[in-house]
């Protein structure tokens, strides 16, 4: 399946992405408690979470046919992107050049989008606080999403990571031969780089015979530096350095495993 099928009509696979990340931090007291919370709305509001997603359309090679956009209080940003293949040339009465009939298009259209919310979220409890990001791609053609998962990662400060990939529906060869997939996939893992897994300890759940893939990543080393909130690590005595670096790691434990572990 290396290369380009050959195919009669319009490709009406449908290839789902849904991806979520979590950002785990120590937030002390109240305060800082609050001030990661804004921290987080400032930094991934729906203003560079649309910068995000439109660079996610350009590199799968679709159309951005309609944004929106929405910053909710007291926290947390959705954006909702609609797409067209390139392949899709649309007229200005969002008729279809090419022999593809008006129906078909808004089917595609239906059928083709990506979405992003954000969930902040802390315990006062437990001085834990998190940040979760779902994205999920819909596309329908020659588009797939997972050529996406490098960038995606790099732009969110990604501890534990749960990816979801499915393909649905059929297409046909120039025979007539119903194509239920369209390109080569063992696992999610084969379309992230090397140097990426390097950082986490991943594991798949897929059924081959369903087109489901699932793969989890976990943060392999993480540095307790890099999860405390406005508190420099030198200022905390050893042994609670420890306490904290041990909840740290039970929360991504119990966030990767999906279940309170302990």
């Not at 290369?3 to 009509?9: I, M, T, V």
């Not at 305060?31 to 804004?38: A, F, S, T």
């Not at 679709?62 to 926290?75: E, I, M, T």
């Not at 960038?151 to 297409?171: A, E, H, P």
């Amino acid at each position: 399946m290396s290369e380009k099928l050959k195919l009669y009509g319009f490709n009406n696979l449908t290839k789902s992405l849904s991806f979520n990340i979590y950002d785990v931090c120590y937030a002390k007291t109240p305060r800082e408690q609050r001030d990661y919370i804004k921290y987080i709305d400032e930094q991934y509001n729906s203003e560079r979470l649309t910068k995000i997603l439109t660079n996610v359309a350009e590199m799968i090679g679709a159309r951005v046919l309609n944004v929106s956009s929405q910053d909710y209080d007291p926290q947390g940003a959705s954006v909702t992107i609609l797409l067209a293949d390139e392949n899709m040339r649309l007229a200005k009465n969002d008729e279809v050049e090419d022999c593809v009939s008006s129906k078909t298009v808004l089917g595609h259209l239906d059928k083709s989008h990506i979405t992003v919310h954000t969930y902040p979220e802390y315990h006062p409890e437990t001085s834990i606080a998190t940040f979760r990001v779902d994205i999920d791609v819909s596309t329908c053609g020659e588009i797939t999403p997972l050529s996406t998962l490098d960038y995606l990662i790099g732009n969110f400060d990604s501890d534990i990571i749960t990816m979801d990939y499915r393909v649905r529906g059929f297409t046909r060869d120039v025979s007539g031969r119903k194509l239920f997939m369209d390109h080569k996939i063992t696992s999610i893992q084969d379309y992230i780089m090397p140097d990426t897994l390097l950082n986490y300890d991943a594991m798949d759940i897929n059924v081959y015979q369903a087109n489901l893939f699932h793969t989890r990543m976990l943060i392999k080393e993480p540095e307790l530096s890099n999860y405390l909130f406005n508190t420099d690590i030198y200022e905390i005595p050893p042994k609670t350095r420890l306490e904290i670096s041990n909840r740290l790691r039970r929360e991504m434990l119990e966030i990767f495993s999906g279940t309170n572990v302990f």
